[in-house]
């Protein structure tokens, strides 16, 4: 690691549109870093694979942004993240910094909300994993209670967030007897803060949603200060895009983030037909 520039870009992939909201996030936190985005849309939705394919998958987009020569990658999937993230940490752990959406997200509740009702809503393979409930209970937070939230996923890469059925889906979700009386929800899938205002609109602003987006965003930046790798120079920072697969919802939805004409490249990373 110690040949590792601190111009040297950061990686970020998720399995779409969703983890564009962490590198949003971490281009306002640090807006001198250079960023790579691999968003997998020709394998999306990540959350109802197998563990086995996901960190298939996970393995193959982390050795293309070494590849690039990315200083750090950022998991900005949750199911990634659950389903690959140690094995990622055993394989790259020694040539590049590796930072995930959930153990941020797990320290910011166990340091705030201990003694609160504690709501998580995620794909089918996060909520199968039962990561969240494991990494909070061993912080001592016990009141944790999950639902699967499947379908969010794929309206938001359909482009349907700001569409009237958005609104209904979340309330049929939100109105489930598992997140009766929470105190504070988390937005365990990247793709969700996308719908924040809506799912807080639904709870009248009474609960506090928590994204991981900033929360991610800071862990990026103490990492890389950490191990002296911010970026210092003052020079513009560019930001790539690569996608397995076009979608009009993924040009959409980064232009909206960014406020560019932002050029997406598709890149088949794996040696498929």
């Given at each position: ?9 950061i990686?970020i992939?998720?399995?779409g549109?969703?983890?564009?909201t962490?590198?949003?996030?971490i ?42 020569k990315?200083?750090?990658v ?8 659950a ?19 959930i ?5 910011f ?21 039962n ?14 209670h ?10 938001i ?26 105190d504070?929800?988390v ?21 506090k ?27 513009e ?9 076009f ?24 040696n498929?037909?």
């Open positions: 690691m110690n040949s590792i520039s601190s111009q040297n870009p990686g992939f998720d399995s549109v969703g983890g564009l962490v590198a949003d996030a281009c306002k936190l640090l807006p001198s870093e250079n960023t790579i985005y691999f968003g997998d849309t020709i394998h999306l939705p990540y959350g109802d694979k197998s563990t086995e394919v996901v960190k298939n998958y996970a393995t193959k987009i982390t050795e293309f942004l070494l590849e690039k990315c200083k750090m950022v998991v900005a999937c949750n199911t990634a993240a389903a690959a993230f140690e094995e990622l940490k055993n394989k790259f752990g020694n040539k590049i910094l590796l930072v995930d959406v153990e941020p997200m797990v320290n509740v166990a340091q705030n909300f201990t003694k609160n009702k504690i709501g998580i809503i995620a794909t089918k393979g996060t909520v199968a994993s990561v969240y409930e494991t990494k909070l209970k061993s912080h001592h937070v016990a009141d944790v999950s639902l699967a939230t499947p379908l969010l996923v794929h309206l890469e359909e482009g349907f967030s700001h569409h009237e059925g958005s609104q209904l889906l979340v309330q049929e979700y939100l109105r489930h007897k598992i997140l009766r009386k929470i504070v929800l937005l365990a899938c990247t793709h969700y803060p996308i719908l924040k205002n809506t799912i807080e609109e639904f709870y009248h602003h009474e609960v949603v928590l994204d991981s987006s900033e929360i991610t965003a800071q862990a990026v930046k103490d990492k890389l200060f950490e191990n002296n790798l911010l970026n210092q120079q003052k020079n920072a560019t930001h790539q895009f690569f996608v397995s697969d979608t009009p919802a993924f040009q959409q939805i980064a232009q909206l983030f960014y406020g560019e004409n932002i050029q997406l490249q598709k890149l088949n990373i794996w498929e037909a």
